[in-house]
C-alpha cells in the first residue's frame, strides 16, 4: 500500500487491549475496489487524532502507517480527510420517516379504543386493550430525540446517525407490502412489532454524534440482556404477548440472537422483514448518500416543474 491510496472509513469502533487501555480500530475500503483493512491506532497515539477524521463514510488518505500482511491491518500515524461523510439523515428526511411511523400508531389507537359507552365487561374491548396501551407507550419512545439519530448497529448494518429510524422505517414498509400477499389475522400486532422490534437500541447503545458512532452501554446489557429482551419484556408489560413473541423471534433463529424461533406467519413475515432490511436496505452511509441525492435531484425537478406552471398560469392570464 501507499499514501496516494484513498480508504473509505466503514466502521469505528472504540476496543480495548488485553492490558484494559483504549485503542481505535477502524475498518477501511480501498476507493475502488472491495479490498478492506483494519486500521488501528493504539492508547499513546489516540490524543493526536480528531476522532472525526474517522467519521463513517469519510474518504481519507494515509500520511503515514505502519502496514502488516499478515494481520492484513495498518497501525495509523496520520491520515487527512479528502472528503467528509454525511453525519446521518437530513432532518427533513426524518420528519417524514417519523410522520409515517406516527400515523401507523395513531392508526391502531383509533382502532384499538373502545366506542364511547363501551363497557369494560365487552369481552372485545378488554382484548383490545393491551394493544391500545402498548401503542401508546410505544409513541413515547419514537417521538423521543434518541429514536431520531441512533444508528442501528455498531458495524453491521444503518451504521450511521438516523439508521435505527431508517431501519425501522424500512421494515415498516416492508411489513406493509407483506400483509397483503401472506394470511396475517393479527395485523395491527406485525405494525407495532414491526416498530417496536429494535427501539431498545436506543438504551443499548451509546450514540456519538460527532463520529456517527454507537457502542454498546454495558450496564444496559449486563440489567436487559439485549434490545430483544427490552422490547419483548414491554410488550408482556402490557399484556401484548403476541408482540411480545414477534418482538422475541424477529432475529430468526437462537444463533442469531433470537429468544425463540419463529413459528406464526406474523412472527415470520417480522423476521423476513428485518433481514431484508438489515441485508439489502439502506444499509450504509454510502447508500444513504446516494438516497439523499436522489430526493433532492427530485425536489428540484418538482420545483421545476411548478415554476413552470405558474409561469404557463400567468402567460395565459396575460393573454
Known sequence: MNNKDQYKVMSFQVGQTKNGKEM????????GTENVI???????????FDGTKFKVGNIIKFLGQDYSSNYNSVVVKNVTVLKEAL??????VAVAYIKDINDCIDYIIA??????GVTADNIKALKNIPLLSL??????????DKFLVTPAAEKHHHNYIGGLLKHTHEVLEIVSQLKLMFPIENIDALMLAAILHDIGKCFEYDTDLKLGTATTDKDFIHNQFS????GTQ??????????????????????WGALIEPETPEEKVLHLADMLSATTGITTIDKLEQLVTQIVEETQEEETKEEETDACENDSNVL
Open 24 to 31: 481505535w480500530r477502524i475498518g477501511l475500503r480501498k476507493e
Open 111 to 116: 382502532s384499538n379504543t373502545p366506542e364511547e
Open 38 to 48: 483494519t486500521g488501528v491506532i493504539w492508547s499513546e497515539d489516540i490524543p493526536r
Open 87 to 92: 453525519t446521518g439523515m437530513p432532518k427533513t
Open 234 to 255: 414491554l410488550a408482556q408489560f402490557y399484556g401484548a404477548y403476541d408482540v411480545a413473541r414477534m418482538v422475541a423471534s424477529h432475529h430468526g433463529r437462537i444463533e
Open 135 to 144: 401503542a401508546k407507550e410505544i409513541k413515547k419512545f419514537v417521538n423521543e
Open 227 to 230: 434490545h430483544t429482551m427490552w
